[in-house]
């Protein structure tokens, strides 16, 4: 009998780690590891989700119909371009499915978020990595990479870990510069948080070869709820639509998604909040001597003198009830990403730093 193999490129993949929320024996604890929004989600949100209880003996729509209509309203997109999935991981999942396998590459950034290379190991595809240039996404080098194998380009934009942020044209160059046959996803998890910016809307709209994604998990507070969507040309999204699974989304996902969507003003305030408290905890962890890059996120990447003095902060902050991530696995060894929590996190932060520092000097 033969053996029973898993898909190539499977098992190399490592699991996600996701952002720890316990410290053994700390009880006062603030987790600013996963990039969550300290607010949650807003009243007409919570109204939503109580409401949408009633009716689960029946199988939610097939079609999403109602959530895209209300993203498409707000965002003044074309409903039939949306697609929706299981966070925007979902729909990442679905581009890698449906457009690289076996054979072909998948390109992404040293510092990318870490979902590309899983995505790109499950499918059988090769992952290429491109350097950044001082933790910002490198077009040429990018443009350079690509191969007549190209088939996907994740970016993220603004990056995660690095809050860095490409303009709209570089973007745009990126896009004009790619191989035929491959797509560019450009990723905007983190897009509600840089005002005025379209996630890619406009470069999606110009050009066949560009998929935006978009997600609930952050801004929208509605990171246990597991929605995304994506904005493409339309056939793209028709293929997506065939390897999505026609239930992927439950009426209670639906329903909370299609009332978070609608309440801008709670998108307005936690901007607002966001942009204001980034600015005062990068400037507090400047004046101590920890330098950051103009963040367009809702974290900031905090660099230390080498490994060893951010893996002592981290253990130190830890101690404090204070849990950020460490990333190392993105290839940041020397660095702490901090997500911007509320007013007294944010103060706990920047104080557990400078006494962290002070205990060097
Ligand atoms: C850059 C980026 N893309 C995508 C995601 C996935 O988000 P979700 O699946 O919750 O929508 C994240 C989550 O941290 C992210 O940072």
Redesign the pocket.
Known sequence: MSRIEPQPGIMEIDLYVGGTSQIEGVSDVVKLSS?ENPYGYSDVVKKAFGKAGHGLHRYPPTDHAELRAAIAEVHALDAERIICGV???EVLQFIAQAYAGVGDEVIYTEHG?S?YPILAKMVGATGVVVPERERVVDVDAILKACTKKTRIVFI?NPG?PTGTMLDPKEVARLAEGLPEGAILVH?G?YTEYVGGADGGAALVEARRNVIMTR?F?KIYGL?GLRI?WGYGPKEIIDVLNRVRQPFNLSTVQLDVAEAAVRDQAWVQKCRDDNTRLRRWLSDALSEIGVETDESYANFILARFADQEEAEACDAYLKAQGLIVRRVGGYGLPDCLRITVGDEPSCRRVAHAVAQFKAGRA
């Open positions: 990039n966070g925007s991981d978020f979902m993220a995660n990723d998890a997600t998990s990171g995304g």
